[in-house]
Structures are given as structure tokens and as C-alpha cells.
T-cell receptor
Framework: GAGVSQTPSNKVTEKGKYVELRCDPI?????LYWYRQSLGQGPEFLIY????????DSGLPNDRFFAVRPEGSVSTLKIQRTERGDSAVYLC????????????FGPGTRLTVL | RKEVEQDPGPFNVPEGATVAFNCTYS??????FFWYRQDCRKEPKLLMS???SGNEDGRFTAQLNRASQYISLLIRDSKLSDSATYLC???????????FGQGTTLQVKP
């Protein structure tokens, strides 16, 4: 079956611009996660959704970052007033149920802020 | 101090070698532990879960020492295809949030 998909695969933007990154999880997966991975580092947790609600947004670095999942499936990560330090690969993952279970990652969106 | 610490390497080993990676975690309340594999410019994929009793999957053996807050991965008879970054991962709490180490890079050479 289809895995987690993310669009766009690459996004280049200018400092100060607004960007939206989309994640389409595996069908039937109720849990959805966003992570950010900088070069040479492991993924860093940003936010976790269970259904439509953000169950844990403790990893969002500041109020420029916001994510939604209005119908409990597709999620959008939104970044306002982008900064060069936001450049990274943004990974989305999904899993069945809650708590501990294998998380399936999408291929990521590589964001470059010039 | 990072919650999950790994030696980034790289570990350069010949085919057929045995190689071991170690990882330490700081949160004693951590509940579940994993090794993920990440190929260059690809997404992480679950390699195996780690249990206190130890678990083995073919050439791969993972071990957890809760008292020392230490996790290990042993790869026997290394193959060229084992070349990748191995991420030590810890799950804490009840939200599914995973904490990743920096990753250890393995390069298996012919």
C-alpha cells in the first residue's frame, strides 16, 4: 500500500516568506508526527497529532511554526517569516493508535531559506 | 547534555567484520527503545526494537541495560548494504514522541 507522502519534496524560499509543507499519512493511521532534521543530526520532534487535535506541540521552536490536521488525515506544517536557520529536512511520520508503535516516515521536504 | 547520545563515527569496517554501536539516554523514565536505520538522503526506517532481555534479528543483536541507561547494537558479518546511519531512539511518556540520537555512520568497505 501507499506510504507516507510529503509535498513538495524540495522548497526554496527567501527569508521572511511564508511556507506550507504537506503530509499525507498512511490511510487509517490516527497518529501523525512532524520532525525536523538538520544536517548531521538526528530528527528532532516538533508536534504530534492524535486525530484532529495536537496532543503534544512541545517541540515547536517558536510561534512562527504552526501545524493543522483539520480532518484527521492530511496535515500541513506552516512556517511564517522564515529564517535561514529554518533550513532543514522536515519529516512527517504516522502510526496506528496511540503511544508506542512503529512510526512510518515520509521522504521529507527539504526546505532551504535563502 | 543531549537526551540521547551516540558516537557519530564514522565507523569504517571491512566486509565480514563485527561492529558494535552504543548509545546512552538520560531520562530514566524512558519506556521503549529502538534502532532506526537511515540511508543517505532517505527517511529513517525501523530496524528493530530493543528489549531488556535482548533481541536478535539475523545478523543484528540489540541490547538494553536499564540500570546503566545504555543501549547497544551489534552487527555481525557486515555487508556492503549495511552502510548507513544508525539512529538510537528513545520513547518517553504517552504521546508517541520519539527522541533521536545524532546517529552513527557506518561505512562497510570491500
Amino acid at each position: 500500500g501507499a506510504g507516507v507522502s510529503q509535498t513538495p519534496s524540495n522548497k526554496v524560499t527567501e527569508k521572511g516568506k511564508y511556507v506550507e509543507l504537506r503530509c499525507d499519512p498512511i490511510s487509517g493511521h490516527t497518529a501523525l508526527y512532524w520532525y525536523r532534521q538538520s544536517l548531521g543530526q538526528g530528527p528532532e520532534f516538533l508536534i504530534y497529532f492524535q486525530g484532529t487535535g495536537a496532543a503534544d506541540d512541545s517541540g515547536l521552536p517558536n510561534d512562527r511554526f504552526f501545524a493543522v490536521r483539520p480532518e484527521g488525515s492530511v496535515s500541513t506544517l506552516k512556517i511564517q517569516r522564515t529564517e535561514r536557520g529554518d533550513s532543514a529536512v522536515y519529516l512527517c511520520a504516522s502510526s496506528m493508535g496511540t503511544g508506542v508503535g512503529e512510526q512510518f516516515f515520509g521522504p521529507g521536504t527539504r526546505l532551504t531559506v535563502l | 547534555r543531549k537526551e540521547v547520545e551516540q558516537d557519530p563515527g564514522p565507523f569504517n569496517v571491512p566486509e565480514g567484520a563485527t561492529v558494535a554501536f552504543n548509545c546512552t539516554y538520560s531520562n530514566s523514565a524512558s519506556q521503549s527503545f529502538f534502532w532506526y536505520r537511515q540511508d543517505c538522503r532517505k527517511e529513517p526506517k525501523l530496524l528493530m526494537s530493543v528489549y531488556s532481555s535482548g533481541n536478535e534479528d539475523g545478523r543484528f543483536t540489540a541490547q538494553l541495560n536499564r540500570a546503566s541507561q545504555y543501549i547497544s547494537l551489534l552487527i555481525r558479518d557486515s555487508k556492503l548494504s549495511d552502510s548507513a546511519t544508525y539512529l538510537c531512539v528513545v520513547h518517553s511518556g504517552n504521546t508517541g514522541k520519539l527522541i533521536f540520537g545524532q546517529g552513527t555512520t557506518l561505512q562497510v568497505k570491500p
